[in-house]
């Protein structure tokens, strides 16, 4: 689709110095919404199942959303972080002997943290991308009779639920989740 509209745009405006922005993908037509990701993930992973270091199946449910950052690192600090520190004196107190758990209680924090690090900058967005000048250049390609079907970017026709779960998600566990 991007490509499409890069290809298109550039045909439409060849002779022109003028600059137009277009916007195709989650936008004010088809915005993807930040609760249904959340549902495709919980979903995804109930029926497949991600499976840890020691051969279990990881559960998955719902998360709580934090409505910034601040509360995300607060929200940790309280319910992982103190508590971790905590096994880590415990720990140091009776000669390393809770030493696994707490190495794999800070593996998995420490993974946490860079999962909300990787998506931070969509997890708290609360723009929507206007979309206008691709319509009007969609219109455009119809009204001249460009064989649209060639060139197709409409950002109606993006099935978030299907690109979630079964290309983004998929390919998270493949390339991201080693």
Known sequence: MVVNNMIVSMVAHANQS?????????????????????????????????????????????????????????YMTIRYLLPLKGLQIVNAALCQYFRGTYHDL?????????????????????????????ENLRKAVAESGIETDVFYFDPNCINWEDYFMNTHLPGLVKYVFK
């Not at 998995?108 to 708290?124: C, D, H, S, T, V």
């Open 106 to 134: 800070r593996r998995k924090i420490n993974f946490a943290f860079r999962l909300i690090e990787l998506y931070r900058p969509y997890m708290f967005f609360k723009g929507i991308f206007d979309d206008k000048n691709a």
């Open 18 to 74: 003028s600059m137009n922005i277009y916007h195709v993908g989650s936008s004010s037509t088809n915005p993807v919404v930040l609760r249904n990701i959340q549902d495709y993930g919980v979903r995804y992973f109930a029926k497949n199942p991600w499976i840890n270091n020691d051969g279990k199946p990881v559960i998955v449910g719902n998360i709580k959303m934090m409505s910034n950052m601040d509360s995300f690192h607060r």
